[in-house]
């Protein structure tokens, strides 16, 4: 196959300059150095990167490899492929943050090689080094690679989709781009449900329909790439609803349709649809500053219908545009927006022809950007909310048949991961009060400002057993 009628092409000499594959190597050391190292140094946060490794904790040592549980109780809101790596990670090395992370840093590092190997072929000049040092210093691509959480899987996923659709129906590539495209999308899908085939097949679709290439049918080749793509999520699906009946109700129709229509599931720290662009601007830094003349760029050639700019722009604005409109916005959300708009910007430094130092430069502001925020911001919030030593207090205190209690906390999930130990969590102060009044045993998690009330409700005092930045660990019974 051929390049589409208008798409760039690429001429780049035969020779590399002296260095290159020495440069090339020092690149790629430093950054898995910035994705990979310290992983385990801060605690869990709370909820979603504790939930998600408590999930994983539980799956390696249940057994139970189909339908995720937290907190000893079926979790039906996500699907399982991250959580599968988690699992098998912690299986390897124990159950701990380092494990529970490298699902998300493994992604993050093979999104900066897709996106430079295809920086490589689609740009002229070596802009290989320019998408690496983008994609590889962005704040908000390495912050999220060394949080367990499932976003970066995610863009990874949908990145790799759609730089496949460039390769194969734009660029007239083989069969490698075909697959990247609807594998991506099926990886996508198991990561975080229906939403790793929206991105990609929408921001793929609105190209076509601008660019409107001939022999579509042929380059996608849509039969058996779509078999491809559903076939294991169907059979997954399938075998978590035999497994947990109810599933197909309450993963799809409530925690997708609902949660962004707004119908009945909001969630409950929902961002303002305006604070989306701030939030992807400081996400983009160093970057972003280069970012108003690459989109710039970019809608000019688009408006003339060039292929590989109306791409590189789709891809960029869905996720803003789409997540947008969502009832239910988290500013993680649109990262999938991020490496597009970084191949943007590496494009633009190699239209330039910026020196190597300037670009060199910059990226050495990101990384040491990023060093600074995770040492003087990151480690002193992550040890004031960590609940870890109040968590491991519990465990070390409850005999087997005592239950353990949240109260007010919100939704501790690094609790019941530090503890290895179901946790009930209460809300209601009526609910809470039979509990304590019980004559069994609970040990509660509780802030100074609940537990005082206790003690005037029920007037007497409860001292805590162990305590931590402002929260506590207390008994409803004179502790043993």
């Not at 939930?51 to 799956?59: D, F, K, L, V």
């Not at 920086?119 to 999220?144: E, H, K, N, Q, Y």
């Not at 040492?375 to 909310?385: L, Y």
């Not at 968590?391 to 048949?401: C, Q």
Request: charged share 15%; glycine share 8%.
């Amino acid at each position: 196959m051929t390049n589409l009628r208008g798409y760039p092409s690429t001429s780049r000499a035969s020779t590399r300059p002296p260095g290159h594959g020495l440069r090339t190597g020092l690149l790629g050391l430093g950054i898995c150095l910035l994705f990979l190292f310290g992983l385990g140094n801060l605690d869990l946060w709370d909820p979603d990167e504790a939930n998600y490794a408590e999930i994983a904790r539980e799956m390696a040592f249940s057994g139970d490899w189909i339908v995720p549980h937290s907190n000893y109780r079926p979790y039906l809101e996500k699907p399982p492929l991250t959580f599968w790596m988690a699992a098998g990670a912690m299986r390897l090395i124990g159950p701990g943050e380092t494990a529970a992370r490298l699902p998300a840093a493994i992604s993050g590092l093979l999104l900066v090689l897709v996106g430079a190997l295809w920086a490589r072929r689609a740009l002229p000049g070596d802009a290989l080094m320019s998408a690496a040092l983008v994609l590889g210093t962005s704040l908000g691509i390495v912050a999220t690679s060394r949080l367990g959480i499932l976003d970066l899987p995610l863009t990874a996923c949908s990145t790799v989709s759609l730089l496949g659709f460039e390769r194969r129906v734009l660029a007239g590539g083989g069969r490698i781009g075909w697959l990247c495209f609807y594998a991506g999308m099926a990886a996508g899908c198991l990561t975080k449900g229906l939403i790793g085939i929206l991105l990609p097949l929408a921001a793929a679709g609105i190209t076509l329909l601008w660019v409107r290439p001939s022999g579509l049918w042929k380059r996608l080749d849509p039969l058996p790439g779509l078999s491809l793509m559903l076939f294991p999520v169907i059979v997954w699906f399938l075998i978590a609803e035999l497994n947990a009946p109810g599933f197909f109700r309450e993963f799809v129709i409530e925690h997708h349709f609902s949660r962004y229509l707004g119908d009945g599931i909001v969630h409950r720290r929902s961002f303002p649809a305006w604070t989306y662009v701030p939030l992807l601007l400081a996400a983009g830094l160093p970057w972003s500053v280069f970012w108003p003349s690459s989109l710039a760029d970019a809608w000019r050639s688009a408006r003339g219908r060039e292929p590989l700019s109306t791409f590189l722009l789709v891809a960029a604005l869905f996720p803003l545009i789409f997540f947008s409109f969502s009832a239910t916005r988290l500013p993680q959300y649109v990262l999938p927006a991020l490496p597009f708009l970084g191949l943007l910007v590496a494009r633009r430094v190699t239209d330039a022809r910026l020196p190597a130092r300037w670009i060199t430069a910059v990226a050495l502001a990101g990384a040491l950007m990023f060093l600074a925020l995770d040492a003087g911001v990151a480690a002193p919030v992550n040890s004031r909310r960590s609940i870890r030593p109040l968590a491991l207090a519990a465990a070390r205190h409850a005999i087997p048949g005592e239950r353990l209690l949240s109260y007010r906390l919100g939704h501790p999930f690094a609790s019941v991961f530090y503890s290895g130990r179901r946790i009930r969590f209460v809300e209601e102060e009526v609910t809470f009060d039979q509990f304590v009044s019980s004559p069994r045993r609970f040990w509660i998690l509780i802030d100074e400002e609940e537990r005082l009330g206790l003690e005037r409700r029920h007037q007497r005092p409860f001292e805590p057993v162990a305590s931590h930045a402002g929260r506590h660990l207390i008994t409803n019974l004179p502790a043993p």
